[in-house]
């Protein structure tokens, strides 16, 4: 299933463009797509990471196999430890590894099972290596049911931990950034699974051609309890490092409450273990190997996502960031373009096939009337206003910043033209070395891409009462669309859009949004979900005119 995501590693590039006042420095985020891609990858691996490996043992003979359409009750044999290992590739190209294991473990005096999975990978982004890693656990019952989890995300000296445990029908959830801690809680019920539901399902009870199953699973870093359908499809032979295999593939659509879709393969053995899993999301692929295979750095580095990712566009659009209307077609080989970018005041999406969208965007300034749009602006909600662990606008040295970048001035449309120019100058160090960092960080290291630019922005605007959040989509520049975070900002009776990283007074039509989070509670990330539709899925954009 798909498991957690988000490890923005990005690259940053500096280009210069004519805008009709000169030559201005362009600071891009290449694939904040770089560190934004960082987490979305991470998703991805985690997605066809599986978890809880039992190919060691064939299935106990008390399992019996339900009807279609029924999760089964979960019931694991005795067993000792046992653990796999996985060679990683995204988009044809070795990554890394994954290390799975499950073992029997005492729980406060009474039976559990311990599933774990370490991932590590090692990428290029602009030619510079990117190595991260991560660690996720369940604790269950052998019934099935969740008693604790945890996952850690580590990279380039940051991590992001989550720890959660069962109360009752809630399942309360620690997580520990580089910002503020919170304490979060998710509705819950005895049959939701944690990060290790399908294999532990699959563990239980294996499937044979033709049943279905449906899962409720937690899916890390996003916090989102998703519903997983399982269909079984027939049995294959499938050629593995390790040799030959007869194995039973299966379908897995993975739903989140947005509505997302994402979908993986596995093919299992009959003792319910994935010995290969492919996920659509950037065609990534777990196959079990050995732990000298799976460790060899032989053929890593092949893949560099700050370049491979990179959408161009033909032809060039002139001046791009001075554009008041741009209309570009998409093309999205594996998905509908006009079921992932969103139709928002400023853009418009107008279906031409299932795989072929018009795409229209309209220039975002608090100097221009809004477009004539069918679309409604909607309010804030009070996340757009409130502090949160990335976005402290609470915070007195956030407050004191807010107050020296707005300085005498009320009005709001010129508070927010004064904070866009303030952040754009602020950071001093335009790097791709840091991390997801808050805006309290930002505050301290004034350096940073464009996710740091973007938290700072929404802090100060919060700070003086103006509502922001982030905006999540893809960048033109030098002939290409790279994948870029900026803000948005409700500005009297609208929400206008703001780039700290131009300081331009808002956005031109070379801005295509895929979505926007005001990034705070459990599931903060989940707006990011929208990238994994378009990363690695053949998208391709051409200009059809420009204004």
């Given amino acids: 299933m798909l498991t957690p995501f988000f490890s ?58 339900l009807p279609s359409d029924s999760a089964p009750e979960q019931v694991l044999p005795a067993l000792s430890k ?83 445990r069962v109360q009752g029908d809630q399942l309360v959830l620690a997580i520990a950034t580089q910002g503020r801690p ?25 499937m044979k051609p033709g049943q279905t199953r449906t899962l409720q699973a937690l899916v890390a870093v996003v916090n989102q309890t998703a519903t997983v359908e399982l269909r079984a499809i027939q049995e294959e032979t499938v050629r593995l490092p390790i040799g030959e295999f007869r194995l039973l593939r299966i379908e897995s659509t993975t739903r989140f409450p947005s509505g997302q879709t994402f979908r993986d393969t596995y093919w299992i053995d009959s003792a319910g273990a994935a010995l290969k899993v492919h996920s659509q999301a950037m065609n990534a692929e777990l196959t079990v190997t050995s732990r000298q295979l799976a460790e060899d750095p032989a053929g890593l580095e092949k893949l560099d996502l700050a370049l491979d990712q990179a959408i161009p566009v033909e032809p060039r659009l002139v001046r791009p960031h001075q554009t008041t209307r ?33 795409l229209v965007v309209w220039a975002s300034r608090p100097t221009l009337p809004p477009p004539k749009t069918n679309v409604r602006y909607e309010p804030p909600g009070e996340y757009d206003r409130k502090p949160n662990s990335f976005i402290q606008s609470d915070h007195p040295r956030i407050a004191a910043l807010a107050r020296q970048a707005v300085g005498q001035e009320k009005n709001p449309r010129q508070q927010a ?41 929404a802090a100060l605007a919060r700070a003086v009462g103006i509502p922001a959040r982030t905006a999540i989509g893809l ?41 926007h989070s005001h990034l705070h509670g459990a599931n903060a990330f989940s707006a990011f979900l929208p990238v994994l539709n378009v990363l690695g899925q053949g998208l391709r954009i051409e200009l059809i005119d420009q204004q």
């Fill in 8 to 65: 923005f590693f990005y690259q940053e590039t500096s280009a210069r463009y004519a805008d009709g006042r000169g030559r201005l420095l362009f600071w891009v985020t290449r694939c904040k797509s770089a560190r934004f891609v960082r987490w979305l990858i991470l998703g991805v691996l985690w997605a066809v990471a599986g978890g809880c490996e039992t190919a060691s043992q064939p299935a106990d003979s008390s399992h019996t196999v």
């Fill in 82 to 164: 046992r653990e796999s290992w996985y060679s990683m590739s995204i988009l044809g190209a070795k990554v890394g590894y994954q290390h799975t294991w499950i073992e029997p473990v005492e729980h406060k005096g009474r039976p559990a099972i311990r599933c774990e999975t370490f991932s590590r990978f090692r990428v290029l982004r602009s030619g510079a290596p990117l190595v991260t890693e991560i660690r996720f656990f369940d604790l269950t019952t052998p019934e099935g049911r969740l008693v604790e989890l945890g996952s850690e995300v580590i990279q380039g000296g940051a991590s992001l931990k989550t720890q959660g």
């Fill in 182 to 206: 919170q304490e979060l809680t998710l509705p819950w019920k005895p049959e939701y699974g944690g990060f290790h539901a399908v294999e532990l399902s699959l563990a239980s009870a294996p």
């Fill in 475 to 515: 960048v033109y520049q030098d002939g290409k669309f790279y994948y870029h975070m900026w803000n948005e900002l409700y500005v009297e009776d609208r929400w206008i859009a703001f780039d700290a990283t131009l300081a331009d007074g808002g956005v031109g039509g070379a801005h295509i949004q895929l979505a």
């Fill in 417 to 457: 033209l004064q904070l866009e120019r303030f952040v754009h100058g602020y950071l001093r160090s335009k790097n791709f070395s840091t991390g997801f960092a808050s805006a309290l960080e930002v505050l301290q290291s004034r350096e940073g891409d464009c996710t740091e630019h973007a938290v700072l922005l």
């Fill in 326 to 358: 741009v209309r570009y077609r998409m093309h999205l080989e594996q998905g509908n373009p006009a079921q992932v970018f969103p139709q928002t005041p400023y853009q418009e999406v107008r279906s031409v096939d299932e795989h072929t969208a018009e």
